[in-house]
C-alpha cells in the first residue's frame, strides 16, 4: 500500500515552476528522504503532500486521498500526517506536556487523563520524560524540537513529514534529534524527510529523491546513490563542502 503516490506532479507560483513532473510513491513503513540544493523543490513537495500548497497538474494522493481536498477533509487528513518544520513553533507560555496535550484534546476531543497519558508515552518516547513540567524557554534547541516531533506523535498520525528540523541546531543537539528519527524509522513509522545530513539519510532512508531544478533527477537506495551517482549534478551535490556527513 502507498501512503504518498505522486504521479506528474507540477507546482508553479505565478511563471516560477518549482514542481515538474515529480513522480515516485512511499510504501507503508518505508522511509523516504528528498535531499537537494536549496531552491530544488524539497519543501515545496512536503508542504503539497499535507495540503499547505495545491498542486497545479498531474495527481498526488496521500493515504488513498486525492490532493487537493476540501477544506473539512483536509483538516481530517491533517489528523493522519504529522510535519515537523524547522521552527518548533511552541506556545511558550504553556509547559511541555501542556503542548502537547492540546491537540488530542481539542482535535481528537481526547479527556485530559487520556490526553496525559498519550503525551507521558510520546515524551518518553524523545526522551524528555523527565521534563514535561518544563517551560520551553527552559529547554535547549534540540529538546525543543524533541518536543515538537513528540507533539506530532500524539496524534498518533500514520504519516510523518520533517522539513530540515536539525537545519538551526548545532552538532550535538543535531544529534539528539536525528536519534529520535532514526528510532522511529525502526519501529515502523512512514517517513518523508527533507534533510541535509548526508550520513543520516544513508543510515535510515530506504529509498533516497535527489531533487534539482523542481525534478527528481536520481532516485534509488542510498547505497547506491551515494556511492555511484550517475549524473554530474548528483555528485557536485555530494561533494559540496556545506554537506554534513
Sequence with gaps: MSVVKAESVSKRFGELT???????????????????????GKSTMLRCINGLEEINGGGLEVLGHAMPLAPKELRALRVEVGMVFQSY?????????????????????????????IAHHVLDQVGLGDKR???????SGGQQQRVAIARSLAMQPQLMLFDEVTSALDPELTGEVLRVIGSLAREGMTM????????????????????????????????RLFS?????ELQQFLNAGELRE
Design 89 to 117: 513553533n511552541l506556545f511558550p507560555h504553556m509547559s511541555v506536556v501542556e503542548n502537547v496535550t492540546i491537540a488530542p484534546r481539542i482535535v481528537k476531543g481526547a479527556s485530559r487523563v487520556e490526553a496525559r497519558e
Design 133 to 139: 513540567n518544563a517551560m520551553p524557554e527552559q529547554l
Design 228 to 232: 555511484a551517482p550517475e549524473t554530474p
Design 18 to 40: 518549482v514542481l515538474s513532473d515529480v513522480t515516485f510513491d512511499v510504501p507503508k513503513g518505508r522511509v523516504v528522504v528528498i535531499i537537494g540544493r536549496s531552491g530544488s
Design 192 to 223: 518523508v524527510l527533507v534533510t541535509h545530513e548526508m550520513g543520516f539519510a544513508k543510515n535510515v532512508a530506504n529509498q533516497v529523491l535527489f531533487m534539482h531544478h523542481g525534478e527528481i533527477w536520481e532516485s534509488g537506495p542510498p547505497d
